[in-house]
Each structure stands twice: as C-alpha cells, then as structure tokens.
C-alpha cells in the first residue's frame, strides 16, 4: 500500500511543484535548475559512494557488523536515483540522502523496526570439541576412479599461453 502511494503522490507532489516553480521564475530557469540539480547531485553521489565503499570495506576488514555500511550505501545509491529523477521533491529528498546525518537518522529508524533474529560472519566453519549427534551416523558411497586423458609429464591448457616460459 506504502509503495502505491508513493507512485500515486510523488508524480503529483512533483507536477504542482513544476507549475508553482516554472510560474514563479519561468519555463528555462526551471529546467536548468533541474539539469544543475542533477549534475551536482551525480558529483556528491560518487564521492559519497567512495567513502561508504571505503567503510563497507573496513567493515569487512575488521569483520564488523557490515549493517549500517551496507545502508549507507543503499541509502547513497537511492539518493543518486532519486537525483538523476526530474524533480524538486525528489531532488530534496536525494541531497538530504547525502548527508551522513539523515542516513544515520534513517537507519536507527529503520533499525528500531527491524528485528535481526541471526547474524553471523566468516567461513561457517564449525569446530566442536566434543561428540556430536551425528558422529555414530555412516554414510555410505561409491566412487570412480577418474584418469587424466593426456601425458601428466605435459602442463595442463591452462597454464599454456602467451606468458609461458
């Protein structure tokens, strides 16, 4: 219903802003402030996307909960849509997208009406000390042995090539 109502009222919100905008300083300052709106708001985005690439990376550097980067991004690549989409409504909601603050404000909002039941990072390598349940279990197969079909004294195709020594 929330997603209905966002395609219902933003096309809306954003024609009687044009008109009430486009009435007061005319028809080509308008489109340029649109078009200036979208240049400037590419440029913020990819330097804004950098430093949210750069603490997603660190993140996972330090094997920290890669959450709030995760959502920053999000929130910066919503912000650059938003931007490119002609628009005074949309182009307010996308510049205060860019600022950390509001982002940050919009995760713990976001956060506070989420509810992570498991979250777990690395290779899901579990290594146990003791018995498991399934240690007096068997499981039984068949195998075939498989021959290599050319000379083993041979490299394989995959090291030959135009660097090879």
């Known amino acids: ?9 933003v096309p ?3 024609i009687a802003l044009f008109i009430q ?3 007061l300083i005319g028809l080509w300052p308008t489109l340029a402030i649109v078009v200036l709106t979208a240049v400037l708001g590419t440029a913020l985005v990819r ?4 430093m949210a690439l750069a603490n997603l990376q660190r993140s996972f550097a330090e094997l920290d909960d ?17 931007l490119l989409t002609p628009g005074f409504f949309t182009d307010a909601v996308g510049f205060a997208l860019l600022i950390p603050g509001v982002r940050v404000a919009v995760f713990r909002y976001l956060k506070s009406k989420v509810t992570i039941t498991q979250f777990q990072m690395g290779t899901g390598a579990q ?5 498991t ?14 021959r290599p079909r050319q000379d083993p004294s041979k ?3 995959w090291v030959e090539g135009p660097h090879q020594h």
């Open 21 to 23: 905008v486009g009435g």
């Open 47 to 50: 330097t804004q996307g950098r």
């Open 66 to 82: 890669p959450t709030e980067p995760l959502a920053h991004g999000a929130m910066i690549l919503l912000s650059g849509v938003l």
């Open 127 to 131: 290594f146990r000390s003791g018995p």
């Open 155 to 157: 490299p394989s195709k």
């Open 133 to 146: 349940p399934f240690d007096d279990d068997v499981i039984d197969g068949d195998f075939t042995e498989v």
């Open 1 to 9: 219903m929330y997603l209905f109502l966002a395609f219902l009222l």
């Open 12 to 14: 809306i919100i954003e």
